[in-house]
């Protein structure tokens, strides 16, 4: 455990919930959301900024209840997990280790795919293969995203 300047304590889990709350509100909003899906190209950096949007979150939409629904609950839960599987996976690694980047990107791989899989079934006309297609977004999520998530793991853990 790391302590702060003004001696509170700072664990991983708490920073790696901390980082995925901010991911999911500051690229999940619907202001985000529209902005990438208009203004974004085809490239390699387009596809990247689509990717941040995933774990989308609407208050009102034209969509269906059940389809607002699971997109709040996949953005919810994707904050959940990841503290979840970074408890499970990073607690133990060593300060500024490549086992510590690796393990919490792993965790948000892992966050974001369980998530995905869970929240499929709330989905309209929710079926097996639309649950795989749902957790495969939630996996690509989280190879190209979670390298954040594990930046700002690393870098805290002093």
């Not at 509100?25 to 990438?36: E, H, S, V």
């Not at 949007?53 to 904050?79: G, H, M, Q, Y």
């Not at 709330?122 to 939630?138: E, T």
Request: charge should be positive.
């Amino acid at each position: 455990m790391a302590t702060t300047a003004a001696g509170r304590a700072r664990t991983v889990t708490g920073t790696g919930v901390l980082a995925a709350l901010t991911l999911v509100i500051a690229f999940g909003n619907p202001a985000y959301t529209d902005w990438a899906k208009n203004h974004t190209s085809n490239d390699a950096w387009g596809f990247f900024l689509k990717q941040l949007s995933w774990p989308t979150w609407s208050f009102s939409s034209d969509e269906s209840v059940r389809t607002i629904l699971a997109n709040d609950i996949k953005a919810i839960l994707l904050v959940v997990l990841t503290g979840v599987f970074v408890s499970l996976m990073v607690e133990a690694a060593s300060p500024r280790s490549a086992r510590l980047f690796f393990s919490s990107w792993g965790a948000y791989v892992f966050a974001a795919a369980s998530v995905s899989l869970l929240a499929a079934f709330i989905q309209v006309n929710a079926s097996l293969r639309g649950a795989f297609d749902w957790a495969a977004g939630g996996g690509i999520y989280g190879l190209f995203v979670g390298w954040v998530l594990a930046s700002v793991l690393s870098a805290s853990r002093k």
